[in-house]
């Protein structure tokens, strides 16, 4: 039998090896040589083609280019934004744009400056990027007028799978579509009202205190001696397990947790794949970034029905319990009153809920990371913080004093410049009732929106420079934690006066992000925990000189770091 295959085997060689004989070998000298696509390209239609393309190309960019600077040039008062030069009539930027988002928004700036507005356009999609500290002024004291209405309905469709019917809820312009029953505001101006209730004053730092708490005994826990050194391998995903459960637990409840173990886990896998829902790939070609979407809906939608049989989210008043395990805060209590009030069905009220598991950790754990981070990296400045958390410690208890973080400059300083380097965030606004004036100059149709990026506001040295020329002591490249400090005769003080168009990573105006508060609590308290309970060094401190934010990020928010980071603890006495 082997024998028998062996032998066809060789035949069936053979039979190759003849028919390879019989085939005649052009001489290599000979045209007939060259493969297909070199005949192709010698050929003259060819040839034809790439030069009516090339002249396409050309004279596209050349006359946009020349529409651009004569737009910006012009005298008239109201004018359009100009939109930036392309080469593909329709497609205009959509492959700079998806190839890399953070070099093009960097070489726009550096090529035209940061005064006009630029139009962007991918398609069907467009963009005004606002650049210029004046009109940035202009967009943030016209919360009144502008709406981030149309983004919020993008990302709740395409992020956070909203079904289509309540999609009018976020999108809706006319109040009487988005008011059944008579309710007397839209949704959306109503959620804000709620965030910024729940997340300020005594709700605050009853939240911010019991994270603290969560994560401490998270931590207390954990198998780390004092008498030897622990070797955490990629630190940047073990404090996304550390800190994301906590925020969960500390918001939301502890029982979400225990019915779905794997919610950490699932929540970073989903928040990886958001460029990839933005640009609406289907299933098929992402196949495994629905399921785990799906796998997180359907879990909430679970654990909100458990909350809601087991606990009363009318609860959120004065007389209701701060925290309890089911519903979590006050916030999520409220969140959910008003949810139901305007109708929405379970699956729209776990989309909801995704969105806040975004929000509320997308940001703010790669922001942990960086500033732990920094501060791991340079020792003096570790020592300088260290000084300042010993500061914040209650007498009574020897627990962090969250509030006292707010006296602290270099702390407060370090966090600004953390989020000053790596937060790309957006802020986008749009009047859906007229076009807009800008200033004097230009007008942005009804409709368009514009977009603020963090990003770039972060690195405009000429505003910086003349808002707080003590700022720009160091090139803004450059990590710096004293930027935002102030001298008077006495003392340095933390301060971000003046810097609203500057400093950016929260938005601004009205909308600006009501959990920054939060943000910055966990963040600080964060880094003062880690440092009382362990000693903590880098691994390897030259190839940490090489981690850095990982601008091939899109983007939605806090950079994740280009590498992983290798980190040792040691308990403390
Ligand atoms: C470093 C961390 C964070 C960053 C960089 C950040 C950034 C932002 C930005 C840029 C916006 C849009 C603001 C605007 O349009 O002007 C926003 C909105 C929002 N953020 Fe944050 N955020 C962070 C943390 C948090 C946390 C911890 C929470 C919740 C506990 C939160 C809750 C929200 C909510 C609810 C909104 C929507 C407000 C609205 O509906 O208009 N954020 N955030």
Redesign the pocket.
């Known amino acids: 039998m082997a024998s028998n295959i062996s032998e066809r085997a060789s035949s069936s060689m053979e039979n190759i090896s003849e028919s390879h004989s019989m085939l005649t070998i052009p001489n290599q000298e000979s045209p007939l040589f060259a493969n297909p696509l070199l005949i192709t390209v010698n050929s003259t239609p060819f040839r034809i083609a790439a030069l009516v393309l090339l002249t396409l190309l050309v004279s596209t960019y050349t006359l946009s280019l020349f529409k651009f600077i004569r737009t910006r040039n012009s005298q008239r008062p109201g004018k359009p934004a100009p939109t930036l030069p392309y080469y593909l009539l329709g497609i205009c930027h959509a492959f700079d744009l998806d190839w890399s988002m953070a070099s093009f928004l960097a070489n726009t700036v550096k090529r035209w400056g940061y005064l006009s507005p630029i139009a962007v356009r991918a398609g069907p999609f467009g963009f005004t990027m606002i650049v210029n500290p004046n009109h940035i002024r202009t967009i943030l004291r016209s919360s009144k007028t502008l709406t ?1 209405r149309p983004m ?1 309905a993008f990302v709740m469709e395409k992020w956070f799978s909203t079904p289509k019917e309540y999609l009018h809820f976020y999108a809706a312009h006319d109040p009487s579509v988005t008011t059944p029953g008579g309710m007397p505001e839209r949704m ?1 101006d109503f ?2 009202k709620v ?1 910024l209730k729940y ?1 300020s004053g005594k709700h605050l730092l009853e939240m911010s205190e019991r994270y603290l708490a969560i994560l401490k005994s998270r931590l207390v826990k954990l198998d780390i001696p004092t008498d030897g050194w622990v070797e955490i391998s990629d630190f940047y995903t073990w404090l996304q397990n550390q800190v994301t459960s906590s ?1 969960i637990e500390a ?1 939301m409840g502890s029982r979400i947790l225990e019915m779905y173990p794997g919610i950490v886990e699932d929540f970073w896998k989903f928040e990886h794949q958001v460029a990839n829902y933005s640009r609406g790939l289907p299933r098929w070609m992402i196949p495994s970034a629905y399921k785990t979407r799906e796998r997180l809906l359907a879990n909430i939608k679970a654990w909100n029905r458990l909350a809601n049989r087991e606990s009363d989210y009318t609860q959120h008043g004065e007389e209701g319990p701060e925290w309890d395990e089911f519903f979590g805060t006050k916030f999520i209590k409220a969140r959910e009153g008003y949810l139901r009030e305007y109708g929405l069905n379970e699956d729209a009220i776990a989309s909801e809920h995704l969105g ?1 598991l975004f ?3 997308a ?2 754990v790669p ?1 942990v990371f960086w500033y732990i981070f920094e501060s791991f990296k340079d020792v003096e400045l570790q020592e300088k913080l260290k000084t300042e958390l010993q500061d914040c410690l209650k007498p009574e208890t020897g627990d962090l004093d969250i509030p006292k973080f707010s006296t602290k400059p270099l702390l407060q300083s370090t966090y600004a410049e953390v ?1 000053r380097l790596c ?1 790309t ?5 749009t009047n859906e009732n007229a076009n807009f004036k800008l200033g004097p100059d230009y007008t942005i149709d009804k409709d368009k929106t514009m977009t603020i990026f ?1 990003s770039i506001t972060a690195y405009n040295r000429q505003a910086w420079g003349t808002a707080r020329p003590e700022s720009v002591g160091k090139p803004l490249d450059e990590f710096w934690p004293e930027r935002f400090l102030r001298s008077n005769k006495k003392e340095a003080n933390f301060s971000l006066e003046g810097l609203t168009e500057c400093w950016m ?5 009205q ?6 508060h ?2 910055k609590n ?2 600080i308290s964060t880094l003062g925990l880690l440092l009382e309970l362990f000693e903590c060094e880098l691994v390897d401190v030259q190839q940490a000189e090489q981690v850095k934010p990982d601008t091939k990020w899109v983007p939605y ?2 950079l994740p770091p280009t590498k992983e980071v290798a980190v040792r603890l040691r308990r403390t006495e």
């Open positions: 981030n919020l959306h959620q804000v965030s997340l925020i918001m806040l929000g509320s950790n940001n703010v922001a989020l937060v965030t957006t802020t986008t606004r963090a990573p929260y938005g601004g105006g909308r600006m992000c009501p959990g920054r939060f943000a966990v963040i928010g806090t």
